[in-house]
């Protein structure tokens, strides 16, 4: 008898309970903290602005989990009730996974032509989830956060192109964050239940503050030469991203941490588009506090 060398390769599952489920603990690096800096220089502030990883790969690796989150809700449909009361964990992972992604993607400066279209689709994306009447704030946030709205057409179609026509970009700045599957369910219950230090969220949010403060102080204050302003603006502009950034984590953590709270510590100098996406970070968290703590365990 003959061995195939190239066996079928088993069907996909049709229910949740079909899943092969990964016992392999894995590392789960999202977006937001694979861009956060951690006790920053000077230097490493400006070299952070001027080599942002790819919104592009942040986008792909976005659908992806947005693609788990369908796939999840086509198993549930054959999958028993207690199955996937259990299964849950792995929804609301990917769930987690796409909004933080959604959020610094919204905050990130796209560099390139195609950077902007994965941007811009990455905002439909999201407001095409906003169902709910009540939502019509949010949908406004969102259209701001992802400059939807009074973008010229013939830009959008250069845009376009470039995306289509691939992108260029170094492999280095596709950027640290991990992808994730439905199998990965201890992975992802151990991810969705980690724990948020706030204080030092805050702290780390209010020493990029004050280095924004101290670089805004550096260029308004005194007669730089072209390169040290460049290196100032540059080293301000990360500062004052890695200050959203922080915030933003805090925003989307399992924390309930006041509004109020968070948009204080947000340093002056960001853009309005950069404010709405901290306010779309706020509202997104709050809403997947509520279904995270629905879970039964």
């Excluded at 060398?5 to 903290?33: F, K, M, Q």
């Excluded at 924004?212 to 040290?228: F, H, V």
């Excluded at 809403?287 to 629905?294: D, T």
């Amino acid at each position: 008898m003959t061995r195939r060398s190239n066996p079928r390769p088993s069907a996909p599952p049709i229910t949740l309970h079909g899943i092969e489920l990964d016992p392999t603990l894995r590392p789960v690096l999202d977006e937001i903290s694979a861009l956060r800096l951690h006790n920053p220089s000077f230097t490493d502030y400006a070299a952070f602005v001027e080599n942002l990883p790819s919104i592009v790969a942040m986008a792909e690796r976005a659908r992806g989990h947005a693609d788990e989150v369908a796939r999840f809700i086509a198993l549930s449909s054959n999958s028993a009730r207690g199955v996937v009361q259990l299964r849950l964990v792995q929804l609301y992972s990917m769930a987690s996974l796409n909004a933080i992604a959604t959020v610094a993607i919204a905050l990130m400066p796209p560099r390139s032509g195609a950077d902007r279209f994965a941007r811009r689709q990455q905002g439909h994306a999201f407001l095409q989830t906003l169902e709910d009447p009540h939502d019509e704030d949010l949908r406004f946030l969102g259209e701001l956060a992802f400059s939807l709205k009074d973008t010229d057409a013939a830009a959008i179609t250069q845009d376009a192109i470039a995306f289509a026509a691939g992108s260029n970009e170094a492999p280095e700045r596709a950027g640290r964050a991990t992808s994730h599957r439905l199998e990965e369910q201890l992975t992802l219950s151990r991810w969705l239940n980690r724990e948020t230090d706030v204080d030092a969220l805050m702290a780390e949010a209010h020493r990029h503050g004050q280095m924004a403060s101290r670089c805004a102080t550096m260029i308004n204050g005194y007669e730089l030469e072209p390169r040290e302003h460049h290196e100032a603006e540059a080293a301000r502009q990360g500062a004052v991203l890695q200050n959203l950034l922080a915030l933003a984590a805090l925003a989307l953590s399992k924390a309930d941490v006041d509004t109020d709270v968070i948009m204080e510590a947000a340093v002056e100098g960001h853009t309005r588009e950069q404010r709405a996406a901290l306010l779309v970070a706020i509202a997104v968290g709050k809403h997947h506090r509520a279904m995270i703590a629905a879970i039964p365990y």
